[in-house]
């Protein structure tokens, strides 16, 4: 009888809530008392909880704790809201947090409470293991979940006909490695050892094993009427239809190419560049004296130049390469494709000349939403201020200098003024922007290599970091046009060579057939053309194996 819901059964409500008081106390107690001996017994053993970094090497800790201190950066520079500095916060809190619990790691905190208070010795009716759950399952006569408890008969613990012939179809190893994982919630190094296979593999084998089911389940679903499909399996369909692959190489190269037939990108770039600093010690990039332009196009290699910017940017993560041969790299990369552009890619639209101000969305570099004209070029003439006048909408440049100003002017005279005036000699870019920039590409390459091949070594609050770091600040996008040419085309306009970076690496990192990749011997960027190649070149694969 239920004594709680009678209207007849007169009860006094203190009475109640001491009741429900005591249980709770009970069963809190009881977790803390089980959490308790496992512990006792861990040291009793010998034995510590699983390090999730036992698997790393000392390059790759040193390169996960970059990356976290580096997606915090991004979050705390990205932060504008009171709920974005919550977030930082929270993030700072728990890191205080993980030293605290990593000084008291060995002690155990019982108090005064001996281990064994409330347990009854040498029991003779009513054992602890009956209270277990397999235990009143078995009592109750449901045999199914005890007998199917097993890498080879989990199938049958599926209602799902469809879900229970894939994992019926999966080979005998990959059943036990799904079984480990998915229902017994074991860690890949702890799978590693039972299996005797190392843990890199057992990652690999699981991510197999979650293509082919949900490649399986994708057919079955798509053969059900639409009427019958839940909600479950409609956003299912929905959210596999964007993440399947496209299909064959040529499939995608034939996409890409339709999509940027006609691409408007020409740039300017010195052959000569040095690093000059003002007079408030602020570093510069800018064109050599005496140094004679070039008219290129960068997109027509745009796969070299992505990686060129991403090994660029490589030389800032990790252990930290040389000042020297930093600013070497940096040069390399400018020499050859010229300075990035900050002018036109950093405000809401190219021709900001036309505004009576410049607006900018939310960036690594300027802080401010909005700035007068004259303030905002201030920050790319250092050493000489360029022959502008503006009041209002009103503007006027005159070029001066040599004949090639003079030439590049006529030649780019459709482009809008801002791009034509990074054109010139006296235009210069902070190199911390410069490295700021690249460091934002590769940042984002390197999160996702170690997210998703090491992702046993992050915890939920780390990969929540890392994903709130990655989307901190998006790519700029650039402006199109659709041109009636033989037939109506799309015309992209790359005013910036950041823009045109930025949005060649996204569709690079998407890229599942030849992936980027990382050597593993000397660290360099590279685009992997099998699946399993892990060096850049045959002298790191000799080094390396």
Known sequence: MNYLNDPHYDVDEAQLDHFDQSVAKRQRYQLWKERLNQVELQIEKGETAPDPDADLSPKKKRLKRKIKEEALLRLEEAARTEDDFVAVQYHWDRWDSNRERKERYHEVLRGDVPLDVGIAKNPHIFPEWLGTPVAQQMRSGNYLDWLANCPYEMHDLLADAALSALIYSLKEDHKENFYYSAIQLLQSQEIAKLMGQSTRNIRKKRNVILRKLRAGWYEHLRTKPAGSLSLDEKDFLCKYKKTAPMGSGAVRRCVMKQLFERVSSCWVHYDKYVIRTDAKGTKYVTAAEGARPQIIDPLEDAQTMVLDSLNAGRLFFGKKAPEREQEAGILRFVHRYGLLGFITALPTTPKFMQYEKVYLPKNHFIREEALETKQFLDYFYPFKKPLLRKRGVEYTWEVEGDTDAIALELTFSSEPTAKRMSFQKEYA????????????????????KYFYEHGDAFDADEKKLMAQGVAAFGGIAPTY????????????????????????????IAEDKTPLRMCD????????????QRFCCDACRRKGE
């Open 521 to 532: 011997h000397c660290d360099t960027i590279f685009v992997a053309k099998r699946s399993n």
């Open 481 to 508: 046009r659709i041109a009636l040419l033989d037939k109506p085309t799309i015309v992209w306009d790359f005013h910036s060579l950041l823009i045109g970076l930025q949005m060649m690496f996204s569709f690079m």
């Open 429 to 448: 870019e902070p190199l911390d922007w410069i490295i700021t920039a690249l460091k934002d590409m590769t940042f984002p390459f390197i999160t996702s």
